[in-house]
């Protein structure tokens, strides 16, 4: 256990970046996961960190599977751990991860995989939604447009709830890099195509296929929607105009993975 008390310490100012800067991972390919949570479901995955923080308060009654989930573990006094929080009620621990590939490009793109494309979601919460109903429903890989929120921003984390770790996750992906992707492009609409849920029992949703989820306010853009072999529309009886992206995502991903279920 190394203890450590300046604020001046390498580690701490860098703890303080990656909390506090929804971009800093891209420069270190590092990423802050802060709480109990989000440690466990990073081990849950199989994933190791390169390095443990506790407060002073969690060192002594800490639980060993966090304990000895790094060969380097580091306390700070509560004071400086709460300093470097991202959260407006601190944890008292979290890993600092190092990304795989977090060099990742457009070239990096999977082909023929369940995918979920984000075209220029910009609230972090939605983003975050997204990725964990990706997960919870088999679409393994998301591909975001430049635009949307940061994919390994602390707030995204929060929101995703440990989803990142089963996902391949790849951003800057522009609509051109799409047309090597081999698979069905699907896209919703509030005013062409099938209702999804008449799809859904004729069991004509392909799967693996591809969503396209736009932007909160302008929707899908015309480029992208373009390449979407099918529209589909979501059924809204109770008369409300458009739903949330994230609950539209959650909807059409759960449809897709369902579809062919005996």
């Given at each position: 256990?190394?203890l450590?008390?300046?604020?001046d310490?390498?580690?701490?100012k860098?703890?303080?970046?990656l909390?506090?800067d929804s ?8 990423v ?12 849950t995955?199989g ?7 506790f407060a002073?308060s969690?060192w ?5 599977q966090l304990t000895?989930?790094?060969q380097?573990?580091?306390v700070?006094p509560?004071a400086?751990?709460?300093e470097?929080s991202?959260l407006?009620?601190?944890s008292t621990m ?13 070239d990096d793109i999977q082909?023929?995989v369940?995918?979920?494309f984000?075209?220029c979601?910009?609230?972090?919460g939605n983003?975050?939604?997204?990725l964990?109903?990706?997960?919870a429903?088999?679409?393994?890989q998301?591909?975001a447009?430049?635009?949307t929120?940061?994919l390994?921003s ?10 990142h770790?089963g996902?391949h996750?790849?951003?800057g ?8 992707l081999?698979?069905a492009w699907?896209s919703t609409s509030?005013?062409q ?6 799809l ?9 296929c591809?969503?396209l989820m ?11 929607a373009?390449?979407?072999a099918?529209h589909?529309?979501?059924a809204?009886p109770g ?10 995502a959650?909807i ?5 993975a369902t579809c062919?279920?005996?």
């Amino acid at each position: 256990m190394n203890l450590v008390t300046s604020r001046d310490n390498p580690l701490v100012k860098e703890l303080r970046r990656l909390s506090q800067d929804s971009t800093a991972y891209r420069k270190s390919g590092r990423v802050w996961l802060e709480g109990d949570n989000l440690c466990r479901a990073l081990l849950t995955r199989g994933h190791l960190p390169e390095q443990a923080v506790f407060a002073q308060s969690a060192w002594d009654q800490a639980d060993p599977q966090l304990t000895k989930a790094s060969q380097k573990n580091t306390v700070l006094p509560d004071a400086l751990f709460r300093e470097i929080s991202g959260l407006e009620s601190a944890s008292t621990m979290g890993f600092v991860w190092t990304i795989p590939n977090a060099a990742d490009n457009a070239d990096d793109i999977q082909n023929g995989v369940p995918t979920v494309f984000l075209d220029c979601i910009q609230d972090a919460g939605n983003v975050g939604s997204i990725l964990r109903s990706a997960g919870a429903f088999g679409f393994t890989q998301v591909l975001a447009r430049k635009g949307t929120a940061a994919l390994w921003s602390p707030k995204v984390l929060r929101a995703a709830m440990g989803a990142h770790f089963g996902l391949h996750l790849v951003e800057g992906v522009g609509p051109e890099q799409l047309a090597d992707l081999q698979i069905a492009w699907l896209s919703t609409s509030s005013h062409q195509g099938p209702f999804l849920h008449t799809l859904l029992a004729e069991a004509k949703l392909p799967m693996p296929c591809a969503w396209l989820m736009g932007h909160e306010g302008q929707g899908v853009s015309a480029a992208l929607a373009e390449r979407a072999a099918v529209h589909v529309r979501i059924a809204q009886p109770g008369g409300e105009e458009s739903l949330n992206v994230a609950s539209a995502a959650a909807i059409c991903l759960h449809a897709s993975a369902t579809c062919h279920l005996a």
